[in-house]
């Protein structure tokens, strides 16, 4: 039998040791004693951590996911022990002046007393650190696994094992790994190094790609980083994947000694003169894939289609001429899946011919294959949002939402006029792309990589595209169409330029601001550009020469501290305007003239403070508002404005017709305008309102809720710290209430009954829930006062119960079994629940009833911590259930924590075991009986 992997965390509350039941009786004082001593210890121990913990804070320090445990953990004990002490222990002494105790009583009290010192003795052997904080972590380094997995190929094993015998020996620091464009040095570095963590040999790894220029920055940053975290360099392994020339090691700050023991160093190159430059101890080359080893490859790459007889022939000599070379193998297998006989020969021909544009300087088979497949792609759209993709340096996280804005801005989506639409089509040209391996998978979210060698070619497709560090210096740039330099520093911009063809120029110098100056005249010879992103600059203010740009579509001024921008209101066909992350305190006026605005990004604003009346009621064409983080701005009361006043949230009517995206922060709910509608059924909406005494809660944690640089998100709200009537009778809040995908609900006043006085239809969208810090919540469903109980919550998937001390049930009547028979099984009130956290619900004695337990057929996660009074999971509810099967099955339960639950009694009384099962298993069972847990 095959055992599930159950994580059951029962806290030393749930199992107690067998002892003699007369011990309990006779050693009750000493019980008692032994446990106030240990306590008092603990409330010591727990005020010096605390100490620690402040001045650890003080200085930025980041405190231990241990220490915050252990001390969650014993404010926990703590505040059950003090009302155990107070009450429970003195009544019993107190009982007739302790002449005549309750025999029955005090052996309950010794027993539970004896597992509560118990448990205190291991927390004061846990809080025994050595530290409780440590320096932020440094940047991301290497991920400890591909999104697709390692490829293993039989002549690829030898090379692993070398590696690996080589990370093992101390008199071997400097490893290279060499080898031809796009034969998988850097999968094969991340795999050996992933293996080799994972063997403990290295407690750290860091990767850095190394560009031709050396970006040093990025390998200083994260060895300073290390340093500060006290970090054994002994234990550590550098990457630096693909360098082109010698780099030194001492200048970027690497503690790397030849003749010592010091980190290991593993490069990747093309070239072996570098490695040898760089002395490397050992030297592992990685050759072409055999015959045998390439045919497999291109077959899986390429599909069923190339063994039907009349492809067969054809699909040989195509994978003849990727000369086993991986990257040509994926590129042209992915390109050529599911094509006709014709579109396979024309490929081979391509192949075939003799690379007369191949100023890459990259191997010809290889220039060749993603040249086929870039040609193979399904649209010119599409060709030209891959070519966007190389306007961004090596191994950059590109944001998807970056080729939105420039693709837009540069018209080159056909029938397509709403912004939504475009980010839509950029997405599924984006999936395409990765598909056919011509884009990778970043770990940021909503973010894409170009590998280097596919950049190489996409730049010597894309002619008049160029990514520089710096301006160059040259006597023309009348045939540029893209010009992004991206760089850590920028300084000495020409003055004066001739442009004719641009259409698209990037300024980006990261997210922190530098000083710049821009020349006055930088823009006059521009006059056909059509976007303009700027980020991570500082200046006074906009070059006037900004207004001839009068075909400017998209205008990105992103992480900018600048103070006057009222030079934008001249740009009368501007569509798309973002000034992301900017310190800039107030709009100017001049914006409401943008008639044709259709975007406006505001997120991470945190200095805006003023918007004036009207600008954004003339906003009419507005499509997309994002205000995220946006905390200090002032809104005027909807009732109406005064002259010097700020904007109200009224404005927002005029131009509810074309509104498709809003996400807003703001102080206060009421602040909505009570008539708005959203006319538009499509609107996508992220509003978090939250009561000033709450603002000390940040979302940044809530990350599936809230994040500014996501653009694809569900629709969500937030309320935070308000009365129910406030909520109850706001029109508006309740219309997002029903439309919320996800809601979170905190510190909210005089709710006893969740579901019905917000939505009586029962939440049908709503997938994500988390209320927490409600102190009159009694039931999250109180259906009693319907003759027919109501469904409720039937694609919900997530639910999250936090801080409820008055909670009873969260479902206050009886669901009707029909709900959960096949049938009526989309109707199933929580039928789709996935997960289930239910965090110091002190009241609550149970989960559910067994006839809703036997609906949880997609339940995997169950968490339930600090619940004083729950008795059992699921109960039994009476007459009606006498007729079902004894057993209850969870098709994909695959994690249960359960901790400080002192009055459980078992997971369902009355009941036969709970079964346990993973269809993956092949129908092989799993049986937990947690009947006998007393």
Not at 67 to 84: C, H, P, T, Y
Not at 165 to 170: A, I, L, N, P, Q
Request: proline share 3%.
């Amino acid at each position: 039998m095959n055992i599930i992997s159950l994580i059951v965390d029962i806290g030393g509350h749930l199992v107690a040791p067998i002892r003699k039941h007369f011990c309990y009786l006779s050693c009750y004082n000493s019980h008692i004693k032994n446990l106030k001593d240990q306590f008092q210890k603990l409330g010591d121990k727990r005020a010096g951590v605390q100490l620690e913990i402040d001045a650890a804070k003080q200085n930025g320090e980041v405190i231990a996911s241990e220490v915050e445990s252990w001390v969650e953990k014993v404010d926990n004990i703590s505040e059950g022990l003090q009302r155990f002490l107070e009450e429970d222990v003195k009544a019993n002494v107190m009982c007739l002046n302790g002449w005549c105790p309750n025999l029955n009583s005090r052996y309950f009290l010794s027993r539970q007393t004896k597992k509560t010192t118990l448990e205190i003795d291991e927390l004061l052997r846990d809080g025994q650190f050595d530290k409780v904080s440590y320096p932020p972590s440094p940047p991301r380094g290497i991920a400890t696994s591909s999104k697709e997995g390692f490829k293993v190929f039989e002549s690829r094993i030898p090379v692993m094992k070398e590696l690996l015998t080589t990370f093992r020996d101390d008199k071997i620091n400097m490893i290279a790994i060499c080898g031809m464009e796009g034969i998988g040095k850097t999968t094969m570095a991340k795999e050996v190094a992933k293996r080799a963590k994972d063997d403990n040999l290295f407690d750290e790894v860091v990767m850095v790609a190394v560009s031709r220029k050396k970006d040093l920055s990025k390998i200083e940053d994260q060895i300073a980083m290390m340093r500060r975290r006290e970090i054994n360099f002994e234990n550590v392994l550098v990457i630096l994947d693909n360098v082109l020339e010698e780099l030194n090691l001492k200048d970027v700050g690497i503690p790397y000694e030849v003749e010592l023991n010091s980190c290991k160093i593993l490069l990747t190159s093309r070239s072996e003169e570098v490695c040898n430059q760089m002395k490397s101890h050992k030297i592992v080359r990685i050759e072409a894939l055999t015959k045998e080893e390439a045919w497999s490859f291109f077959k899986e790459m390429a599909g069923n289609c190339i063994d039907t007889p009349n492809l067969h022939k054809i699909a040989k000599k195509v994978a003849k001429e990727c000369k086993g070379i991986p990257i040509a193998i994926v590129t042209v297998g992915r390109a050529l899946e599911n094509k006709r006989k014709n579109e396979w020969v024309a490929a081979l021909q391509q192949l075939r011919k003799s690379i007369s544009k191949n100023n890459s300087g990259l191997d010809s088979t290889v220039y060749s294959s993603i040249k086929l497949s870039y040609n193979f792609l399904a649209s010119d759209e599409t060709k030209s949002c891959f070519l966007l993709c190389c306007l961004f340096p090596e191994d950059y996280d590109i944001p998807i939402e970056y080729l939105v804005r420039f693709g837009v801005g540069q018209r080159l989506f056909a029938k397509i006029d709403k912004v939504a639409e475009a980010r839509n089509r950029v997405h599924a040209m984006v999936d395409n792309l990765r598909r056919s391996s011509l884009l990778l998978d970043s770990d940021e979210e909503e973010c894409v990589k170009m590998h280097d060698v596919v950049r190489g070619v996409a730049i010597s497709i894309a002619n008049g595209h160029v990514c520089w560090e710096e301006w160059t210096e040259k006597h023309t740039y009348e045939h540029y169409v893209a010009i992004s330099i991206v760089t850590q520093e920028l300084k000495n911009h020409p003055d004066g330029l001739e442009c004719p063809k641009l259409e698209l120029l990037q300024l980006s110098c990261g997210k922190d601001a530098t000083r710049q100056t821009l020349p006055i005249n930088l823009f006059k010879g521009m006059m056909g550009l059509k976007v303009l992103a700027m980020q991570g600059m500082s200046f006074p203010s906009l070059p006037q020469s900004i207004q001839v740009l009068q075909n400017l579509q998209t205008l990105l001024l992103e992480y900018c501290e600048i103070k006057d921008v009222s030079a934008i209101g001249a740009l009368g066909k501007l569509e798309m305007l973002s000034f992301l992350g900017s310190e800039i305190k107030e709009l100017p006026k001049e914006i409401g003239n943008l008639s044709h605005l259709k975007l406006l990004d505001l997120s991470e604003c945190s200095a805006l403070q003023h918007i004036p009346p009207g600008l954004l009621s003339n906003l009419s064409r507005l499509e997309e508002l994002y205000m995220g983080n946006v905390s200090v701005m002032n809104w005027a009361p909807t009732e109406g404005n005064k002259e010097g006043a700020n904007a109200s949230l009224a404005e927002l009517r005029s131009f509810s017709d074309s509104l498709m995206a809003l996400r807003l922060q703001i102080p206060n709910i009421k602040l909505l305008p009570k008539d708005l509608h959203f006319k538009n059924q499509m609107i996508k909406f992220q509003i978090y309102a939250s009561n000033e005494s709450f603002m000390h809660w940040h979302l940044s944690n809530y990350s599936t809720f809230w994040n500014t640089t996501q653009y694809i998100f569900k629709n969500s709200l937030a309320l935070e710290g308000f009365v129910a009537s406030d909520i109850v009778e706001s029109r508006i809040p309740r219309l997002l209430l029903q439309k919320s995908e996800i809601i979170l609900l905190r510190g909210i006043k005089d709710f006893k009954n969740i579901l019905f006085k917000l939505d009586e239809e029962g939440f049908p969208c709503l997938e994500v829930l988390s209320i927490s810090y409600g102190e009159d919540v009694e039931y999250l469903i109180d259906a009693t006062s319907y003759q027919t109980p109501r469904v409720a919550f039937p694609i919900l998937e997530s639910l999250e119960l936090m801080e409820l001390p008055n909670l009873k049930e969260i479902y206050h009547s009886q669901i009707p079994q029909r709900s959960f028979s096949g049938t009526h099984s989309q109707l199933a009130c929580f039928g789709k629940l996935r997960s289930i956290t239910l965090l110091s619900c002190k009241c609550l004695k149970n989960v559910f009833s067994l006839s809703i337990a036997r609906g949880l057929v997609q339940l995997q996660e169950l968490e339930i911590q600090d619940c004083e009074d729950m008795e059992e999971i699921f109960h039994k509810e009476g007459e009606d259930e006498k007729a079902l099967n004894d057993k209850i099955m969870f098709l994909q339960l695959t994690s249960i924590k359960m901790d400080y639950l002192p009055r459980l009694i078992g997971f369902c009384t009355g009941v036969g075991p709970v079964e346990l099962v993973q269809p993956s298993l092949l129908n092989q069972e799993v049986c937990l009986d947690l009947m006998l847990l007393t």
